[in-house]
């Protein structure tokens, strides 16, 4: 049944209020669960527009049943009843969102004959009984422009003033008190507004979550350029100032973006269930899915729709800011300030003034190359920002789409100046970056969802060079000024460019160093400098990785972070780009504790590249590693499995085997319970042994003296397992390969002991070097082969706990070479001389 026969009902049966507003309640309440179904077929202002009109049939109702109440049968005509409900604030300005307050304001003129405090309490004790939340305000005519004196949000709302229901006279003579508050300290009102949304923009940045309702380029910036107009034209649309004020061009795209800021902010609203203006990052999935985006996609629905509210917010930003500046303009005029203004006077109808950029406005734009050759003669002396007079020059100007010699020279000089990125960043508030950087024009906009970044792609990396030329770290500092100018200006590229490859299905590391790669080229950087610029991108996060997730005291680790920069100029380098990337995360994320695990590492790198054959070692190593994750196989096992290959330690176990033998013998320690064998006799005899329980290796190597052992390895592999090689010059039969099974059998026996033959070594055949790396020592023979040799040297070790984490045994034109890897345990080193004692032949 129709809701006014429903109630008209009601009133003739005199029923009581509470039943009325138990009816009302109800189909308010029906009318939101069927929001979502609406805003699938009206999004945007319209649909704002049907909520605004829905609320005011609601209230309209409620009014109309107040005065049947009271007056029965003899209610006179509503222009008669000195009583008006006067909608105020956003739902004045028929932008209610779902869950927004409901201003209202009812203003009346205190007429004897009626009793007009009883029926305006009448239809706010109904209205709050229906479930509105109002948030009310009930004057006297006469008494507004002194109510609006008392706030200037008070003023505000009432600026924004519509009339909903009620007399008309009453309305009209609203209006005109409405009149004489526009009219009212417009000065004081105009430049308080502006500090308001100052400190409102401090207290709202852009960030990942951002509140597009306070945020800078949010609904509060659009009303902001509307209240300012209200005050100083009188007008009720910022449509009225198009084609004096505001180009046609640019309030199309203005209105473009905040539509969709309406759409986004009804989806928030419905996704929510409450009141909410801040896309957070778990709400972002349904409002995608009520916006309509991309259902069979769902990442890239998201990040669509995150990347398209920050480019709204921005095209909101850069128009209202713009257009407030124009409309504020006499407000701001101080004629005390002219002779400083003089003397501002940087080139014509371009000022200077306080390290910031003004342009006369309607002036026709010059060329771009002319603005972009000032603002670096200026950035060469002065960190300077631009006021939105001269971003919308700049807007203005058109960039060639053939970029000449001179202009791409001019680029390229950017990161030659002093203060780089007050350039870069005019250019992005200008909507001018990605046009004269085209490598950017993926990460314009861009969120990250990883949980890490605060802000998107694009400002992280402004904000990286911002840092970069401010750059202030007792440490880094010194290293940064110690580069030459070419260096330097490869690092600024470096510290924009180092997250332009995000956005992609590769690797944004090696996407990211591939359009430096062009891009440097083409800006005419050299050779040498463009490889070095390619190697920090692929490694920017190298630093921050290691010290996070590997063991920073481990050589092995500094090693394999080190090895691919090989000098201490990228090592620098490196360590500065990671202090700019992570200090522009967020504030507090580069602390105290971050710092110091990056000097860690970096003082440890810097000795590790005092040892040129280890950096060259775990460098081939690297190479392999790169080869291995290549492998489809590899790709196919667990990613635990795969990173413990990744973990074994010796980097000669990755140089002297293939990718595909690497991973076969990771695959098969999987298995290993206790121990593991393999007997080749095919040639010459070969032995694989897996084993996680100890081995009496000195045993083992006795037993099979009586064959020449050529080539012998060790590997410590992972899960407690350790890998031996044993390779001999002889050859045996098939019926011989049972009798070696049990000997390696009984070498698992650790009390079985075999009386050995001492070799004969000279003192200067062995050398022992201590100070090998800070986890491993090294033994070293050179020495005649001989039979029972390496049997000998593995039973002494195992006497005194020595473990040996890798050996090499080669044998050549009778003479041995066996090097030993040998963990720092405290049984080695400490027994030096007892070690030589044993071994030298007297």
């Given at each position: 049944?129709?809701?006014?026969?429903?109630?008209?009902?009601?009133?003739?049966k005199?029923?009581p209020?509470f039943?009325?507003?138990?009816l009302?309640?109800?189909?308010i309440?029906?009318?939101?669960?069927?929001?979502?179904?609406?805003?699938?077929?009206?999004?945007?202002?319209a649909?704002?527009?049907h909520h605004t009109?829905?609320?005011?049939?609601f209230?309209s109702?409620?009014?109309?049943?107040?005065?049947?109440?009271?007056?029965?049968?003899?209610?006179p005509?509503?222009?008669?009843?000195?009583?008006?409900?006067v909608?105020?604030?956003?739902?004045?300005?028929?932008?209610l969102?779902?869950h927004?307050?409901i201003?209202?304001?009812?203003v009346y003129?205190?007429?004897?004959?009626?009793?007009?405090?009883?029926?305006?309490?009448?239809i706010?004790?109904i209205?709050?009984?229906?479930?509105?939340q109002?948030g009310h305000?009930?004057?006297?005519?006469?008494e507004?422009p002194?109510?609006?004196r008392?706030d200037?949000t008070i003023?505000?709302?009432?600026?924004?003033?519509?009339?909903?229901i009620?007399?008309?006279?009453?309305?009209?003579?609203?209006?005109?008190?409405?009149g004489?508050?526009?009219r009212?300290?417009?000065?004081e009102?105009?430049l308080a507004?502006?500090?308001?949304?100052a400190?409102?923009?401090?207290k709202?940045?852009?960030s990942?979550e951002?509140?597009?309702?306070?945020?800078i380029?949010g609904v509060?910036?659009?009303n902001?350029?509307f209240?300012?107009?209200?005050?100083?034209?009188?007008?009720f649309?910022l449509?009225?100032?198009?084609?004096?004020i505001?180009?046609?061009?640019?309030?199309?795209e203005?209105r473009?973006?905040l539509?969709f800021?309406?759409?986004?902010r009804?989806?928030?609203?419905l996704?929510?269930?409450?009141?909410?203006d801040t896309?957070?990052?778990?709400?972002v999935p349904?409002v995608a899915?009520?916006?309509?985006f991309?259902k069979?996609?769902p990442?890239k629905?998201q990040?669509?729709l995150?990347?398209r509210?920050?480019q709204?917010?921005?095209?909101?930003r850069?128009k209202t800011?713009?257009w407030?500046g124009?409309?504020?303009?006499?407000?701001?005029?101080?004629?005390?300030?002219?002779?400083l203004?003089r003397?501002?006077l940087?080139?014509?109808?371009?000022f200077?003034?306080e390290n910031?950029l003004?342009?006369?406005?309607?002036?026709?734009?010059k060329t771009?190359?002319?603005?972009?050759?000032?603002m670096?003669?200026?950035?060469?002396?002065h960190?300077v920002?631009?006021?939105?007079?001269?971003?919308?020059?700049?807007?203005?100007?058109?960039i060639?789409?053939?970029?000449?010699?001179q202009?791409i020279?001019?680029?390229?000089?950017?990161?030659?100046?002093?203060y780089?990125?007050?350039?870069?960043?005019?250019?992005?508030?200008s909507?001018?970056?990605?046009?004269?950087?085209?490598p950017?024009?993926?990460?314009?906009?861009?969120?990250?969802f990883?949980?890490?970044?605060h802000?998107?792609?694009?400002i992280?990396?402004i904000?990286t060079?911002?840092v970069?030329?401010r750059i202030?770290?007792?440490?880094?500092?010194p290293l940064?000024?110690k580069?030459d100018?070419?260096?330097?200006?490869?690092?600024k590229l470096?510290?924009l460019?180092?997250?332009?490859?995000?956005?992609?299905?590769?690797?944004h590391h090696?996407?990211?160093?591939?359009?430096?790669?062009?891009y440097?080229?083409?800006l005419?950087f050299n050779?040498q400098?463009?490889?070095?610029?390619?190697?920090?991108?692929?490694?920017?996060t190298?630093m921050?990785?290691?010290?996070h997730?590997?063991?920073?005291?481990?050589?092995?680790?500094v090693s394999?972070f080190?090895?691919?920069?090989n000098?201490?100029?990228?090592?620098n380098?490196l360590f500065i780009?990671?202090?700019?990337?992570?200090?522009?995360?967020?504030d507090?994320v580069?602390?105290?504790?971050?710092?110091?695990?990056l000097?860690t590492?970096?003082?440890?790198?810097?000795?590790?590249?005092?040892?040129?054959a280890?950096i060259?070692?775990?460098?081939k190593?690297l190479?392999r590693?790169?080869?291995?994750?290549k492998?489809p196989?590899?790709?196919?096992?667990?990613?635990?499995?795969?990173?413990?290959?990744?973990?074994?330690?010796s980097?000669l176990f990755?140089?002297?085997?293939t990718?595909k033998?690497?991973?076969?013998?990771g695959?098969?320690?999987?298995?290993?319970?206790?121990?593991?064998?393999?007997i080749?006799g095919?040639?010459?005899l070969?032995?694989?042994?897996?084993?996680?329980?100890?081995?009496n290796l000195g045993?083992?190597?006795?037993k099979?003296?009586?064959?020449?052992?050529?080539?012998?390895e060790?590997?410590?592999?992972?899960?407690?397992?350790?890998?031996f090689?044993?390779?001999f010059n002889?050859?045996?039969s098939?019926d011989e390969?049972?009798?070696?099974?049990?000997?390696?059998?009984?070498?698992f026996?650790?009390?079985?002991s075999?009386?050995?033959?001492?070799?004969?070594?000279?003192?200067?055949?062995i050398?022992?070097?201590?100070?090998?790396?800070?986890s491993y020592?090294?033994?070293?023979?050179?020495?005649s082969?001989q039979?029972?040799?390496?049997?000998?040297v593995a039973?002494y070790f195992?006497k005194?706990g020595?473990?040996i984490?890798s050996?090499v045994?080669?044998?050549r034109?009778?003479?041995?070479?066996?090097?030993?890897l040998?963990?720092?345990?405290?049984?080695f080193c400490?027994?030096?001389?007892k070690i030589?004692?044993?071994?030298?032949?007297k």
């Amino acid at each position: 049944m129709d809701l006014n026969i429903e109630i008209e009902s009601l009133l003739d049966k005199q029923a009581p209020d509470f039943k009325i507003s138990k009816l009302l309640k109800q189909e308010i309440r029906n009318y939101l669960d069927n929001l979502e179904e609406i805003f699938k077929e009206t999004q945007g202002k319209a649909f704002l527009v049907h909520h605004t009109r829905k609320v005011d049939q609601f209230l309209s109702i409620i009014y109309k049943v107040v005065l049947r109440k009271m007056f029965h049968s003899f209610q006179p005509m509503r222009n008669s009843v000195p009583i008006a409900l006067v909608a105020l604030g956003s739902y004045g300005r028929e932008q209610l969102c779902v869950h927004s307050d409901i201003d209202l304001m009812i203003v009346y003129k205190d007429i004897p004959g009626y009793n007009i405090k009883e029926i305006i309490e009448k239809i706010l004790y109904i209205a709050w009984d229906a479930g509105f939340q109002l948030g009310h305000r009930v004057h006297e005519i006469s008494e507004l422009p002194e109510v609006s004196r008392t706030d200037i949000t008070i003023k505000t709302a009432l600026l924004e003033s519509r009339f909903i229901i009620g007399s008309n006279f009453i309305w009209m003579e609203t209006q005109r008190q409405l009149g004489v508050i526009r009219r009212d300290n417009t000065k004081e009102y105009v430049l308080a507004k502006i500090q308001e949304a100052a400190t409102r923009h401090k207290k709202n940045p852009i960030s990942m979550e951002p509140n597009i309702k306070e945020s800078i380029g949010g609904v509060r910036d659009a009303n902001l350029a509307f209240w300012i107009a209200s005050v100083r034209h009188n007008i009720f649309n910022l449509k009225e100032l198009v084609g004096s004020i505001i180009e046609e061009s640019d309030y199309t795209e203005y209105r473009s973006a905040l539509e969709f800021i309406f759409r986004v902010r009804a989806a928030l609203h419905l996704s929510a269930g409450k009141k909410e203006d801040t896309l957070r990052l778990e709400l972002v999935p349904n409002v995608a899915n009520l916006l309509g985006f991309e259902k069979g996609n769902p990442a890239k629905a998201q990040r669509e729709l995150v990347s398209r509210t920050f480019q709204a917010l921005d095209t909101i930003r850069k128009k209202t800011a713009y257009w407030i500046g124009v409309l504020a303009k006499p407000y701001l005029f101080n004629s005390d300030n002219l002779p400083l203004l003089r003397n501002s006077l940087l080139e014509p109808k371009i000022f200077l003034c306080e390290n910031t950029l003004y342009a006369k406005r309607e002036q026709k734009p010059k060329t771009f190359l002319y603005y972009l050759k000032l603002m670096i003669k200026i950035s060469n002396n002065h960190q300077v920002k631009a006021d939105a007079s001269f971003c919308h020059l700049i807007d203005k100007t058109e960039i060639p789409k053939t970029k000449g010699k001179q202009l791409i020279g001019a680029i390229r000089q950017i990161f030659y100046t002093k203060y780089s990125s007050s350039i870069i960043d005019i250019l992005f508030k200008s909507g001018k970056l990605s046009e004269v950087i085209p490598p950017l024009k993926r990460i314009m906009y861009l969120p990250q969802f990883d949980g890490y970044h605060h802000y998107p792609v694009d400002i992280h990396s402004i904000w990286t060079l911002s840092v970069m030329d401010r750059i202030d770290h007792d440490l880094l500092k010194p290293l940064f000024d110690k580069l030459d100018k070419d260096s330097k200006a490869m690092l600024k590229l470096v510290a924009l460019l180092h997250d332009a490859g995000k956005g992609r299905i590769r690797d944004h590391h090696e996407v990211g160093a591939d359009l430096f790669k062009i891009y440097a080229k083409k800006l005419g950087f050299n050779e040498q400098l463009i490889k070095e610029g390619i190697l920090l991108i692929r490694h920017h996060t190298r630093m921050t990785k290691t010290i996070h997730n590997e063991d920073i005291y481990d050589e092995s680790t500094v090693s394999k972070f080190v090895a691919p920069l090989n000098s201490q100029k990228l090592l620098n380098m490196l360590f500065i780009l990671t202090y700019c990337d992570v200090k522009s995360v967020e504030d507090g994320v580069y602390n105290s504790f971050t710092d110091r695990m990056l000097k860690t590492l970096y003082f440890s790198a810097l000795q590790i590249l005092e040892k040129p054959a280890i950096i060259d070692e775990t460098a081939k190593r690297l190479r392999r590693e790169q080869a291995l994750k290549k492998l489809p196989e590899f790709k196919e096992i667990p990613k635990s499995l795969q990173k413990k290959i990744l973990s074994i330690e010796s980097n000669l176990f990755f140089i002297k085997h293939t990718p595909k033998e690497v991973l076969d013998i990771g695959v098969k320690v999987k298995n290993i319970s206790n121990y593991s064998m393999k007997i080749d006799g095919t040639d010459t005899l070969k032995i694989e042994i897996y084993r996680k329980v100890p081995i009496n290796l000195g045993f083992l190597l006795g037993k099979l003296s009586h064959l020449e052992l050529v080539a012998m390895e060790i590997f410590k592999l992972f899960d407690g397992v350790k890998y031996f090689v044993l390779e001999f010059n002889d050859t045996i039969s098939s019926d011989e390969i049972p009798m070696v099974e049990k000997i390696i059998q009984d070498s698992f026996d650790m009390e079985k002991s075999i009386k050995l033959i001492k070799p004969k070594i000279k003192r200067k055949e062995i050398s022992i070097d201590c100070e090998h790396s800070k986890s491993y020592a090294t033994m070293q023979i050179k020495t005649s082969n001989q039979r029972g040799l390496m049997a000998y040297v593995a039973h002494y070790f195992d006497k005194l706990g020595i473990d040996i984490a890798s050996a090499v045994i080669t044998t050549r034109k009778h003479r041995v070479n066996d090097f030993f890897l040998i963990e720092k345990n405290g049984n080695f080193c400490t027994n030096k001389e007892k070690i030589l004692e044993e071994l030298v032949e007297k």
